[in-house]
T-cell receptor
Framework: GQNIDQPTEMTATEGAIVQINCTYQ??????LFWYQQHAGEAPTFLSY????GLEEKGRFSSFLSRSKGYSYLLLKELQMKDSASYLC????????????FGTGTRLLVSP | GAVVSQHPSRVICKSGTSVKIECRSL??????MFWYRQFPKKSLMLMAT?????????EQGVEKDKFLINHASLTLSTLTVTSAHPEDSSFYIC?????????????FGEGSRLTVL
């Protein structure tokens, strides 16, 4: 099976930086995704990591350590519209490479 | 990016009836689609993998006779909730992977909110 854990909720202030952590345990690891989901909407793709290190994309960065089974999503210069759920998901190199999601983190950005 | 469309976006039905939800890949062919279920304020739970031309693969604990999945073509998968009950009320989301994509990301449909009275 797979265990993918994230903090349930986080709060931060507009303009600040927030780091959302994700830990996972899985065999045949084949990549980790971060998705953003606003309430009542479909998830949208943010980032993908398969090798160790940091991937930067504008205000968002994602880090992966395969040996530690750990990833984080870093959001800089927070905006009110960043209030959403952030979902960490892991894929394995077996079968249909299905994506299994973590528990999700609800982020609330306040003025 | 690739587009996945889901229909209907909202459906209300009476207990005991069946409801069909469609998932289409609009600009690419998808031999595999994934169906997820999401409860309020919870993450996405994978229900099954839909395979074009063959039987779906269900996750542990998901009743295949209750959630019928058909993948009749390379652009269409359907999920039918049979004999729906109030506990089946949920947000159902389909997704597919564009074979031409670089990262293997999944593209999601808009989701279908089912309410069973």
């Amino acid at each position: 099976g797979q265990n993918i854990d994230q903090p349930t909720e986080m709060t931060a202030t507009e303009g600040a930086i927030v780091q959302i952590n994700c830990t996972y345990q899985t065999s045949g690891f084949n990549g980790l995704f971060w998705y953003q989901q606003h309430a009542g909407e479909a998830p949208t793709f943010l980032s993908y990591n398969v090798l160790d290190g940091l991937e930067e994309k504008g205000r968002f960065s994602s880090f992966l350590s395969r040996s530690k089974g750990y990833s984080y999503l870093l959001l800089k210069e927070l905006q009110m519209k960043d209030s959403a759920s952030y979902l960490c998901a892991v894929t394995r190199n077996t079968g249909f490479q299905k994506l299994v999601f973590g528990t999700g983190t609800r982020l609330l950005v306040s003025p | 990016g690739a587009v996945v469309s889901q229909h209907p976006s909202r459906v209300i039905c009476k207990s005991g009836t069946s409801v069909k939800i469609e998932c289409r890949s609009l600009d690419f062919q998808a031999t595999t689609m994934f169906w997820y279920r999401q409860f309020p304020k919870k993450s996405l739970m994978l229900m099954a993998t839909s395979n074009e031309g063959s039987k779906a693969t269900y996750e542990q604990g998901v009743e295949k006779d209750k959630f019928l999945i058909n993948h009749a073509s390379l652009t269409l998968s359907t999920l039918t909730v049979t004999s729906a009950h109030p506990e089946d009320s949920s947000f159902y989301i389909c997704s597919a992977r564009d074979p031409a994509g670089n990262t293997g990301e999944l593209f999601f449909g808009e989701g279908s909110r089912l309410t069973v009275l």
